[in-house]
């Protein structure tokens, strides 16, 4: 059985990074657990069938109904999850979540523990063969379901090899002592490696939410440099239409004014007056024709002209 990660649908990156990672932590969890439902359908049924014979019936009923009941509750769970995982705004909401699974699995893995330790007493050799498998495969395909949660594959293998170990290291046969030192080290090196994959997976989500943040980021000022050009441009035009507009009648008060100091029957005293006018008047055409060249330059459309000048002039 082999650990995938499926892809992540991304929130809002509005929301803290340490809640986006540990809500997708808890959903890949939950992702992986029905991996974990099929496999603890499959060898819960093989050991009952190949057990059935040689057991006592009482004791595989009970356990049938706590094995298969946990994990009726954990498909339950797993499709309410689907449901609210996007409102979950805390971790503190999200916490309970991973307990509760948490809860089951270590469960399931005590049911499976009860098995592994009567393996050592039992009757038949088959009988002994069989129940080692299928405690073996489940153990291994706890490691591989769970990876992306240490303390999944914890609760899961430790509860169920430990008590093999145990039993086989108090048996006074030699190879049942044998089989616990093996056994013992094949719990640590588990351990080990669910704990070095659950490492890197959790890196991988916190590098995704980093990128993907960053992307946004990033699209987002992209966003605003284009508002901003935008701005820039109507700014212009609107610079550039009401300096038209302005220079036209400006053009007919300085052309009448003119017109007035030329005329013959104007009072002398008024000269200074109406002067004063055509010169604010054309003073007023300059500035207008500073916005105009303002505008062209943020326009890109102000160029250099090279013309011979009188420096006395």
């Known amino acids: 059985m082999q650990s995938r990660v499926a892809p992540i649908s991304l929130p809002s990156s509005a929301e803290p990074l340490e809640l986006r990672v540990e809500r997708e932590r808890v ?12 496999a603890l359908i499959i060898y819960g049924s093989s050991y009952l069938f190949f057990s059935w014979p040689h057991r006592d019936h009482t004791y595989l009923v009970v356990w049938a109904l706590l094995l298969y009941g946990s994990g009726l509750v954990r498909v339950a769970l797993t499709v309410r999850w689907n449901k609210v995982r996007n409102e979950l705004d805390t971790i503190e909401r999200v916490r309970p ?16 523990g009860s098995i592994s330790f009567l393996i050592p007493t039992a009757t038949t050799v088959s009988q002994q063969i069989v129940s080692a498998v299928v405690v073996i495969m489940m153990a291994a395909g706890a490691v591989a379901c769970y990876s992306a949660s ?21 048996s006074p046969v030699p190879t049942f002592n ?19 994959s659950g490492q890197f997976v959790m890196n991988s989500l ?10 946004e980021n990033l699209r987002e000022e992209e966003r605003e440099s284009r508002e901003h050009e ?29 017109m ?7 009072p002398q005293a008024l000269h200074g007056d109406v002067r004063m006018i055509l010169r604010n008047g054309k003073y007023l055409v300059s500035l ?10 943020e326009n890109g459309q102000l160029y250099i002209q090279k013309d011979s000048i009188s420096i006395a002039d």
């Open 27 to 38: 959903d890949l969890l939950y992702r992986q657990n029905k991996q974990g439902l099929v």
């Open 230 to 258: 935008a701005a820039n441009k109507a700014k212009s035009t609107l610079l550039a239409n009401v300096s038209h507009e302005i220079r036209t009648p400006l053009a007919a008060i300085n052309g009448f004014t003119e």
């Open 97 to 112: 979540w991973l307990r509760t699974i948490h809860a089951l699995l270590l469960l399931s893995g005590c049911l499976w």
């Open 206 to 215: 916190r590098l995704g939410f980093e990128n993907t943040r960053l992307a």
């Open 178 to 196: 044998f089989i616990g030192v093996m056994l013992l080290l094949y719990i640590v090196l588990a351990i080990k490696t669910a704990r070095t």
């Open 260 to 266: 007035v100091l030329q005329n013959p029957v104007l």
């Open 150 to 170: 240490l303390g999944a594959v914890v609760r899961v293998l430790v509860p169920a090899m430990l008590p093999w170990a145990v039993a086989s290291l108090l």
């Open 288 to 297: 207008v024709s500073d916005l105009l060249d303002l505008s062209k330059a």
